[in-house]
């Protein structure tokens, strides 16, 4: 078994770079110290990220810590005379991709372009020790290209809103659109598309819907995938939030939005998303009337067995009157 806190060459294997591709000044060499196996490919997966933006990540020491490395925090960044170090404490795709991001931007960005992000999105400073953390430009930046590098896609025909601020912030940023952006033309069956990535044609498949996930979710992303395909939605943005006192879950017709609770366990995140679901597909019906019963019933199937006693109660008890 290889040694975990072996030097790691970013440009072998599946991260083989052309050295052309760096400025002579950065060296492409990063080393990840005292991680498992699969940390390791987390990290690997992030760096090839990376790939879709202009300019490379500088030369980055990565080490995995246990507990107690990154000050209370999930991880850190910090420059140096010769490698830039970055502390894991939650090797996530989210964590890593926002440590790398502090270090993207601090190579690449110039005073007044930090200026000027930090200025057009209403944030106090880029890194001010006395500004909170929430307000400072810096962070901003690096959750704007985490989530702009993560995996799951964004549909481009999602109407102006906080997507859209984000997509125009990572642009604002980096130059360039991020690569999460699927758009699709419009179907001739739900069988096959032509999909297209910043107008290039890729491939004609199987259509998958393009589905966004908003906020801390209690249900892994391929189970939402999964319960819209079953829908039969074409795009749909699940947002989980602090609902407060209002409602656990809202559906919004015009703006194929779902909004749901985010302290739910799963089985009751996974039964009322598929009830808010069945409201997208009854537009312009009664409340819970028989046709909603039958899409909540018909998409409750697809859940889990947990789940699905959730769903049977809920049909049976609060809302039987929905039978004839």
Known sequence: ???????????????????ADFDDTVDPWTTIIGATHPERTAVFEALDRFSA?????PPLEIRIHEEG?????SGLFRTGPERWQIDLCEVTPWVILHEMGHAWTALHLTDQQRREFSRRWGLESWHDPDTPWRLRGAEHAADTIAWG???????CHLPNGPIAH???AFRQLTAVDSPRVRCATPPASREHNTLYDQGRTLSTVREQPTVVVEGASPLPYKRILELVEVAGLESVVVAWVDTG??????????????????????????????????????????????EWCHEYQRIGEAISEEAQQVVETHLEIRYRNCWP
């Open 53 to 57: 933006l202009p300019g490379a990540l």
């Open 166 to 168: 984000r997509l125009q």
């Open 1 to 19: 078994m290889p040694d975990a806190s072996a030097p790691v060459k970013r440009n072998t294997e599946a991260h083989l770079v052309a050295s």
């Open 69 to 73: 490395g990154c000050r209370g925090h």
């Open 149 to 155: 590098l993560l995996e799951e896609p964004v549909g």
């Open 245 to 290: 006192r209002g409602p656990a879950g809202r559906a919004r017709q015009r703006e194929n939005l779902v909004i749901l609770s985010d302290d739910l366990k799963p089985k009751f995140a996974e039964n009322l998303l598929a009830h808010e679901l069945a409201h997208l597909l009854t537009v312009g019906h009664d409340h819970h009337n028989q």
